[in-house]
């Protein structure tokens, strides 16, 4: 079998000579693992902004009536905490991964278009400078990052912070359609000899399903922007009812963008977790064929379920049912999984290091974070709590509890891959609990002060003893998780100075980027393997009990 | 009150008791089967703990029936619900009538409340009387804002250009706080307002009241209060009825004295807290749209007297 021709390309001038260490290599790198890597430190950075602002956030309200932040700085914070963590954080941090991953899953040696490659990443790193630039220039972005017209009109946002907010989007937008493409045209041509789409490892078959979904949801975000900023800049009305524009329409825009995005958000966190169980578990996923067509189901269904997000506007029964329902039918294929991943782990001789506790505790915390989405879809429901602090704890425990300790997941898992160390277990093991219990100590109690009445977006509250109290708990909660990433950094730190080398293959995985050395070469691979089963490192562990022996497909 | 008074579960209208009802339905379902995964999962990781040197369990690869099942369990369910949401929203969210029994419209950062068939606008404090099922239209003369007050109403956006409906039954009578629930700019902690549900005779005394024009104001500081507030642009952006204040930007004045709260449930209504506000107003309440007008303390306290006569 010629597994070695398909999975090369010519790689461009430069790159083979290029000097790993040197600072110049990776500013014109165009090879898929340093991308990858630039692409998880630029968004760890981001992340740790990010978080500075919930804390700011977190301090303004542990209490009625603090004056910390000015309304106007609060306002600012929490559009630029939401606009951070979405495109300079979960978005291109999962997009990281999969640029590092998806060509060494595949047996390929880079991605399709490694210069495009380059070019995603600069896009993300220059539009997140471009964002945070909008402090010198006169004021952050305060309308939401959702940016709702008319508040994000000129006569109620003067400054020119919305205006950043939509270019920098905009240079953030080209970059991720450009990956999503890059992705796609990788998975589906550059794949090794005998890796038919059948026996994709799920990750990948995520991102795939996910780069189509960056296709169809991020243009028409690029496209409402670039008429937010002709209303701004040309008084044009697209979105004031001055002159026949509508409100309502952006809000229809931006969603039916905001809701793929979510899925954007969290599809190839999915993908980590169905790699990081099964091998954990020693144990094949359960229900390979539901696990990946779910997956289609759930992106399919999500470009069609965008007006959820405004079922307080009125727009009438048949449009709320609609949505309502549409919405609720997500429930099953993401139920699929979560039944499939806990079954998963049903027989199998489970090792609980670091990432499988981050794994199994995102089955738990995602699932609180998914039924109260449910719970939402069932819009009288809605109806009450939407845009109360019931909101922040279910897209936290989605976003947080689902994506962020996927990531983890993934971190502890991959992260000898990709510099040849271990992560040290006792500094994971206090991280993972500072986390989990920071986490849920912050966003459980929200969902009492969303019921208790707390609208979400407020600089303050009235002087409710009780509201005080649970605001204080989760201010402490966030300080935990503060300390939990610090810890976290510790580790980072600590374990490519001096973690104990990883070798190949040091949780017996069996996909291919095992079966090159951590950290690859750069050409990926001496060999790639035969491939003849989703698990081809099993296979040749175990010919007598070989996947596409016992299980062809 | 140190209990926690979870409002969304209180519910003193028909509407709200549906709502509340609804609801918690849907958290048992949602509850049990988060218990039902907590479990499962549970049970895995106790049972299936890994030895150090266990060999790999013989791999399984899946069972197509058990798949079947949690596929089609979480639809059934899903239908179910569905059923049951369609069935609540026709109950709480009937068609609205051709003509209001109350107009809110939503500014930068308080709420205008107009009576239509008694004629008269007052505002942040809404009175109602209880066994009434009254349609509120919900309107905005700015950005998009939202009326939620959880104890007695489903939310309802107020969008400029798009007005839309909502109904109130109120069953128990007592004061039921409500709040903006959509970022709306600077000062959207602070846009709050009071449904106040009155006994029939108290709303009626109350609505003969607010619908009287402002008596002529006091000789000495109230009459120089008068003075300033007709001289120094007051009346530019507020109404007074009775006087030549017609302005829409701020609230309407005629029975200010007789609301229990200023700058939309912010302060106590208060002459000493009048007097703050009017000293300075960006101070207490920093990016609303009452700019400071620079009185002198003696014109502060005119001002005020006047205002303490518009019962």
Redesign the interface.
């Known amino acids: 079998m010629s597994d070695m021709t398909l999975g090369r390309l010519p790689m461009p001038l430069g790159a083979e000579t290029a000097d790993k260490h040197h600072l110049l290599s990776w500013l014109t790198s165009v090879d898929h693992k340093q991308i990858g890597v630039m692409y998880l430190a630029a968004t760890l950075g981001f992340f740790a902004v990010g978080g500075i602002e919930a804390l700011l956030m977190r301090i303004q309200l542990a209490w009625p009536g603090l004056k910390v932040l000015?309304?106007?700085a609060y306002?600012q914070i929490f559009t630029m905490h939401g606009t951070t963590m979405i495109f300079l954080v979960v978005v291109p941090m999962l997009l990281g991964f999969a640029t590092y991953l998806s060509p060494l899953m595949i047996g390929a040696s880079d991605m399709a278009f490694p210069r495009l490659n380059a070019l995603s990443f600069w896009l993300l790193l220059f539009g997140g400078f471009l964002l945070y630039f909008s402090f010198f220039a006169g004021g952050a972005p305060n309308?939401?990052w959702f940016s709702?017209a008319?508040?994000s009109e000129k006569p109620?946002s003067s400054q020119p912070g919305t205006d950043y907010w939509a270019l920098a989007l905009l240079a953030i937008g080209v970059g991720t359609i450009a990956a999503g493409l890059n992705l796609i045209v990788t998975i589906i041509t550059l794949r090794t000899p005998g890796l038919t789409i059948r026996r994709l490892p799920l990750f990948v078959w995520m991102v795939l399903i996910n780069s189509f979904l960056i296709l169809v949801a991020l243009p028409p975000l690029n496209a409402s922007l670039v008429m937010l900023l002709v209303d701004r800049q040309l008084s044009a009305h697209f979105f004031t009812?001055l002159g026949g524009g509508?409100?309502?329409l952006w809000q229809h825009y931006f969603w039916s963008f905001g809701h793929p995005e979510v899925y954007i958000m969290v599809l190839p966190a999915f993908g980590m977790i169905s790699e990081i169980i099964p091998v954990f578990?020693?144990?094949?996923?359960?229900?390979?064929?539901?696990v990946a067509v779910s997956t289609a189901a759930i992106a399919f269904l999500s470009t069609a379920v965008w007006a959820h997000h405004m079922f307080?506007?009125?727009l009438g029964?048949s449009w709320?049912?609609a949505f309502?329902?549409s919405s609720?039918?997500i429930?099953?294929p993401t139920?699929?999984k979560?039944?499939?991943w806990?079954?998963t782990?049903?027989?199998?001789?489970?090792?609980?290091t670091t990432s499988m506790k981050f794994a199994?505790a995102f089955?738990?915390t995602f699932?609180?974070g998914g039924?109260?989405g449910?719970?939402f879809a069932?819009?009288?429901?809605d109806?009450?709590?939407?845009?109360?602090y019931f909101v922040v704890a279910h897209m936290h425990y989605v976003l947080f509890g689902g994506t962020v300790f996927a990531v983890f997941a993934g971190v502890y898992y991959w992260f000898p891959k990709m510099s040849g160390r271990m992560l040290s277990e006792q500094l994971g093991r206090v991280h993972f609990w500072l986390t989990f219990i920071g986490f849920n100590l912050t966003f459980l109690i929200q969902h009492?002060l969303?019921?208790?009445?707390m609208?979400?977006?407020?600089?303050?509250?009235?002087n409710?003893?009780?509201w005080g109290i649970?605001n204080l708990i989760s201010t402490l909660g966030a300080f935990l998780l503060g300390i939990s990433v610090l810890v976290f950094l510790v580790n980072l730190y600590v374990s490519l100075r001096g973690g104990s080398t990883a070798g190949d293959n040091p949780w017996e995985a069996w996909t291919l980027e095992w079966a090159t050395t951590s950290p690859p070469p750069l050409q990926n691979f001496e060999r790639v393997p035969p491939v003849r089963s989703a698990r081809p490192l099993?296979d040749l562990a175990h010919p007598e009990?070989a996947?596409w022996k016992?299980?062809p497909r | 009150?140190?209990?926690?008074?979870?409002?969304?579960?209180d519910p003193h209208s028909s509407q709200a008791v549906?709502?509340v009802q609804?609801?918690i339905f849907?958290?048992t379902i949602?509850a049990a089967?988060?218990l039902l995964?907590?479990g499962?999962?549970s049970y895995?990781?106790i049972r299936?703990?890994?030895?150090p040197g266990?060999?790999?369990?013989?791999?399984?690869?899946?069972?197509?029936k058990?798949?079947i099942a949690?596929?089609l369990g979480?639809?059934i369910l899903?239908i179910v619900?569905?059923v049951?949401?369609?069935r609540?929203?026709?109950a709480?969210?009937p068609p609205a009538p051709a003509s209001p029994d109350l107009v809110i419209v939503a500014h930068?950062w308080w709420w205008e409340v107009r009576y239509p068939r008694a004629g008269f606008t007052t505002a942040n404090e809404i009175h109602i009387p209880i066994g009434k099922d009254l349609a509120f239209r919900?309107e905005s003369a700015?950005?998009?804002h939202?009326f939620?007050v959880?104890q007695l109403a489903?939310?309802?956006?107020a969008?400029?250009?798009?007005p839309?409906?909502i109904w109130i039954e109120a069953n128990r009578i007592g004061t039921y706080?409500g709040?903006?629930?959509?970022?709306?700019?600077?000062?959207?902690?602070?846009m709050?307002f009071r449904v106040i549900v009155d006994s029939q005779v108290d709303y009626d005394a109350w609505e003969k009241q607010q619908a009287r024009l402002a008596a002529d104001p006091s000789p000495g500081l109230p009459a120089e209060g008068f003075r300033l507030f007709h001289e120094e642009t007051c009346v530019r952006c507020h109404t007074v009825d009775g006087t030549e204040a017609k302005g829409d930007v701020g609230p309407d004045l005629t029975h200010v004295a007789s609301r229990q709260r200023i700058a939309a449930?912010l302060l106590a209504n208060t002459p000493e807290n009048m007097t703050r506000w009017m000293t300075d107003p960006q101070a207490i309440k920093?990016?609303c749209h009452m700019p400071n007008m620079q009185f002198t303390g003696d014109q502060v306290k005119a001002v005020v007297a006047y205002l303490e006569e518009l019962r």
């Not at chain 1, 578990?281 to 539901?290: E, N, T, V």
Request: charged share 15%; with cysteine.
């Open positions: 000015s309304p106007d306002n309308a939401g709702y008319p508040l109620y009812t509508s409100p309502i578990s020693r144990q094949p996923i359960f229900g390979y064929a539901f307080a506007v009125g029964h709320d049912l309502g329902a609720m039918l429930a099953v139920g699929v979560v039944f499939n806990t079954a782990m049903w027989g199998g001789a489970i090792r609980f199994i089955l738990i699932t609180i039924l109260t449910v719970a069932a819009f009288p429901v109806w009450q709590l939407t845009d109360t009492v969303g019921l208790a009445g609208p979400r977006r407020v600089y303050t509250y009235p409710f003893l009780s649970m099993w009990e996947d016992c299980h | 009150m140190l209990a926690i008074q979870i409002a969304s579960f549906r709502l609804f609801s849907i958290y949602c089967v988060l995964v907590t499962l999962v895995a990781v299936f703990r890994g030895r266990q060999p790999d369990p013989t791999p399984g690869y899946g069972r197509v058990l798949e949690w596929t979480p639809f899903v619900i569905f049951f949401t369609f609540t929203a026709q709480v969210d930068q919900i700015d950005v998009i939202d939620w959880p489903r939310k309802m956006d969008i400029p250009g798009h839309s409906n706080l709040a903006c629930s959509e970022f709306c700019g600077a000062e959207h902690g602070w709050r449930e920093p990016g």
